[in-house]
């Protein structure tokens, strides 16, 4: 399913009244898995600004020992200083980089904004080196403006 007939279907599920904000968060990441081949695990991870950590949230894929990480290491806690999107093409090649799985190859991470304060971010790991483009980068934005409206 392309990015533009996935919008609606994450619309829908922002908008359904019958589901929790964790039920919401874990039906996003199982509809990006199911339906794009390259995204073998999909997550969000939330800030605790006082503590300087991030906490893992709703995700599907394989279980991860990174419940908790902290400001500043591997690619999510990259993100969660410099406020920006990463794109990790390999991360073989990369130096901060938490190795969750021998099968992961490549990672993107985009941080999710509540009244301009990043709280969060939804996390991408897939198998293949090099699959996401600026594509993939505008989709993400867009899932997680969807999500900002559930805080």
Request: charged residues 20%; contains cysteine; proline residues 4%.
């Amino acid at each position: 399913m392309s990015f533009e007939n996935l919008k609606p279907e994450i619309t829908k599920i922002i908008v359904a009244e019958n589901a929790s904000r964790e039920e919401k968060l874990l039906q996003i990441c199982q509809l990006l898995q199911d339906n794009i081949s390259y995204y073998n695990w999909v997550g969000f991870y939330f800030a605790n600004h006082e503590t300087k950590t991030l906490h893992l949230g709703p995700y599907v894929g394989a279980e991860t020992d990174h419940t908790v990480i902290p400001f500043g290491k591997g690619i999510c806690g990259q993100v969660a200083e410099s406020n920006s999107n990463f794109v990790v093409p390999d991360v073989s090649a990369q130096d901060n980089y938490i190795a969750c799985s021998f099968t992961v190859k490549s990672e993107i991470v985009v941080p999710l904004f509540v009244k301009g304060q990043n709280i969060g971010q939804i996390d991408i790991d897939s198998h293949v080196i090099d699959p996401f483009t600026e594509a993939d980068e505008r989709f993400l934005e867009f899932v997680n403006e969807q999500v900002a409206t559930l805080y």
